[in-house]
């Protein structure tokens, strides 16, 4: 049964390759028999072109069944057949088996001694570094994060002429303006500087230390969108010396 199986092996090319002469042969067929039947203008012809190109069409069908058959047979038929090219007229040569020849042990057999391992001595574990402490949390002098002051800090002491860092943004946003009071609290306002551009981690404006008195003085940062309206501004108070 195996040499029946690598015979219809070595000859599945041969039936791919007449498949596909077969199958130009039709399509050849089939070709003409459309020219012709397009060109004539009498009923008998064409119904003789039309048998063609039917006939044609089954003969296609017909090789395309044969292909997968093939395909499909030549997969199972490969499970039984190793691997490798077969002739079916070059006989097949044994494989000599290698028989092991038994090896005497010596009569006296010393055992060898395992030598003994000496343990080294570890060194004491090192102390980690105590922790350190956790840094003390940002106060938080700004309540809305598109108008925040960066720069000077919360209680800052400012000698002389100091940029003011910060951001200044509003998804509907109309201009924003830097404001100056005398003291902690303020009663009243003066305009420092302002702007019609939103500002991101940028400079808002300066302030110029030498222009007032020594002493504390509050900064308000103030975002305006396109209402006229405000979220809450940002204030901090700084120190200044002479």
Known sequence: MKAVIKIFLQYVPWIYAACALAALW??????LARAERRRTIFPL????????????????????L?????????????????TGKFSFFTPTTPTPVLIATPTTLPSSWTPTPIPTVTPTPTKAPTKAPPPRPPKPPVRLH??????VIISPAPDATIRGIVPIVGT??????????????IGANPKSWSYLSGKKQQVVNGQLGIFN???????VYTIRLMVVDN?????????????VVH
Not at 26 to 31: D, F, Q
Not at 209 to 215: K, M
Request: a positive charge; proline letters at 7%.
């Open 142 to 147: 700004c309540a809305y994060n598109g108008a």
């Open 227 to 239: 209402t006229g309206n405000y979220p809450p501004p940002c204030r901090i108070t700084v120190r």
């Open 26 to 31: 039709t399509l050849r067929m089939v070709i």
């Open 66 to 82: 044969l292909l997968g058959g093939t395909y499909w047979s030549s997969l199972q038929a490969s499970q039984f057949v190793p």
């Open 45 to 64: 012809i064409k119904e003789t072109a039309r048998n063609k190109m039917r006939r044609g069409y089954w003969i296609a069908f017909l090789l395309a």
């Open 168 to 181: 200044a943004r509003h998804p509907n946003f109309q201009y924003y303006k830097l404001e100056l009071g």
């Open 209 to 215: 230390g030498r222009t007032v008195p020594a002493g």
